[in-house]
């Protein structure tokens, strides 16, 4: 049963046309304190972000690059992110070999993963993280608001689903540093900051890292064939095209290759940026990376088919946990972060 919040929600966003998904989450209060410690490659959150949303009126922003940076958006049209160029901070976490050696290396713990197909909540899989694993979690943000630019912030509710989750990683894990990172976008940056301060944080020391790639990850090849496609379709219903090109690869002309795409995404920009002191890295995204990113670590297990029923799209902070192991063997799991009163958990991940 969905809650008649998230009923109301969920039509919402399929008559707006844009990239939404289930919210939920509470704020909690009376959490443990959490210190934090930094790596030197960390950029400190601006002075001007606040645990609560700011007003913007932004519009998306468009940024050329090489063929693994996409894509441009219009707002109701188009993905809800956009792809920022630039050079990316590296903490040194990882040396990738070429691309093709890459894939062959992760072919086997994907393989391991395909079984994993039911999103699992996030504070109870790094419950199982052992001492000498470390686990990065790549997440989509919280709930935003109705706008879609570079500069829009989360909706309160948002606000409140991301302190939730981070008060239950503390409730599992309080005193361990986190690496976050996020995309150039303001509310990827909020979504981290918030569950820091969930966690115990005092938010004036919260620090973090931009990871441009997050804002796009390189999968759409043709920014105006995604329209076009759409339009064509499904109504400018652009959920299921990508839910048709990442199970049943479709429109192979709008999007790039998803296991090429996903592991040079892996190998070349999240696990280098992760620095090797922490075990645990919050790394905050879109859903458009998302869903792809998991949709390949889980051999396609994990049900995104948005082209069956848009309730199975990826919804807020929901992502993947990649765990590595002492010997650098690696396991995905799908992972839910909500928690609260407007989150739906029945052992699934639909919403």
């Known amino acids: 049963m969905k809650t008649p919040f998230l009923k109301v929600f969920l039509g919402a966003a399929v008559a707006s046309t844009m990239f939404l998904a289930a919210c939920g989450g509470d704020s909690s209060d009376g959490l443990p304190s959490a210190p934090q410690s930094s790596a030197d490659i960390s950029t400190p959150a601006s002075s001007s972000d606040a645990l609560l949303p700011p007003s913007s009126g932004a519009e998306p922003v468009s940024q050329a690059g090489d063929p693994l940076v996409s894509s441009s958006s219009v707002a109701g049209t188009t993905p ?63 709930r935003r608001g109705s706008a879609t630019g570079q500069e829009s912030p989360l909706h309160m509710t948002g606000v409140n689903q991301a302190q939730s989750l981070g008060a239950a990683i503390a409730t599992v894990n309080a005193t361990d540093p ?136 990826c919804g807020y902070v929901q992502g993947v946990a990649i765990i590595i192991a002492a010997d650098g063997s690696r396991r995905y799991i799908p992972v839910d972060g909500l928690y609260g009163q407007y989150a739906h958990y029945n052992g699934t991940n639909k919403k």
């Open 80 to 142: 809800e992110s956009s792809a920022v160029g630039g050079d990316e901070p590296q903490g040194n976490g990882y040396t990738p070999g070429t691309l093709e050696e890459e894939i062959a290396k992760d072919a086997p713990f994907v393989e391991a993963s395909a079984a994993n197909g039911t999103l699992l909540p996030l504070a109870d899989v790094l419950a199982t993280v052992q001492p000498t694993e470390r686990v990065i979690f790549v997440i989509r943000h919280a």
């Open 178 to 313: 986190i690496f976050y990172a996020h995309s150039g976008f303001v509310r990827t940056q909020q979504t981290a900051m918030n569950i820091f301060a969930g966690r115990g944080g005092d938010s004036t020391q919260f620090v973090s890292t931009v990871v441009q790639k997050l804002a796009g990850g390189g999968y759409v090849k043709n920014d105006s064939l995604v329209t076009v496609h759409a339009d064509e379709d499904f109504g400018t219903n652009q959920l299921r095209l990508f839910a048709s090109w990442m199970y049943k690869g479709e429109y192979l002309d709008t999007f790039n290759d998803l296991t090429e795409t996903s592991v040079a995404l892996l190998t070349q920009h999240i696990l280098p940026a992760f620095p090797p002191e922490y075990r645990i890295g919050i790394m905050i995204s879109h859903d458009m990376v998302v869903a792809p990113l998991t949709a390949y670590l889980t051999k396609l297990a994990v049900d995104f088919k948005a082209y069956e029923d848009l309730g199975q799209w």
